[in-house]
């Protein structure tokens, strides 16, 4: 146990990830990991991205658990979906259990394997929830929009508050009409008033002119002339 199988799992992984595995020195190398992440509908195409498992045998592994570390290729842009930072202790510690299960025998195939699924768990939840997040957005959009073609939702408060403004605006317009109506009436008995006034009566209230006034003068003084004795 130790050094021997350390070097046959090797050789195994080089014929499994001829393209993917690189050494480091006799005792540690990386080995590349691109997760399968399908194009989502409605999510802006990222690149996918790839991540290195940094896999070192201490003496006497598979009896120990390798030491592992994970990062990303020199200069590779930040991952859309990924905070390597903040997500490598939660990505190293799902493959505890599996490490538990496979002391004593050849693992790195099973925690490679391991590894890439829970990469790709991780970044599927995350695409949901901003797939989540924009469904959110354009339900509420359009809520909204369509808020703009319904009335005002009639509630027993509303309807209240609406008929005490409507009986108020009632009572004032009744009491204009009633205001109207006298007025109108006042001056409809004033005119029959001043018709049934005698011609004195005119006169005193200013309602007929001098000429009127000279007129009746001059038809009293001829009636005057003929009662005269010649």
Known sequence: M???EQIEEREVLDSIFPDEIQDINETSYRVAIKPDIPHETGVEDAETPTLLLTVTYPPVYPDEP?????????????PQYLDLASDRLHLLSSLNDTITENLG??????????LQESIETLIRSRIA?????????????????????????????SFLKWREKFR??????EEEEERVRREGESKVRGVRKEEKMSGRELWEK?????????????????GLEGLKVG
Request: proline share 4%; no cysteine.
């Open 105 to 114: 025998m050849a693992m790195i195939f099973t925690l490679v394997t391991t």
């Open 168 to 173: 108020a605006e009632m009572a004032m317009k």
């Open 2 to 4: 130790g050094r021997e």
């Open 206 to 222: 200013g309602l007929v002119g001098k000429e009127v006034e000279e007129e009746e003068g001059v038809g009293l003084e001829e």
């Open 66 to 78: 390798p030491i592992l570390d994970l990062s990303l290729p020199l200069n590779a842009p930040k």
């Open 129 to 157: 929830e901003v797939q989540r997040a924009k469904d959110e957005e354009a339900a509420e959009a359009e809520v909204k929009e369509n808020a703009k073609f319904e009335g005002e939702r009639v509630t027993r408060e």
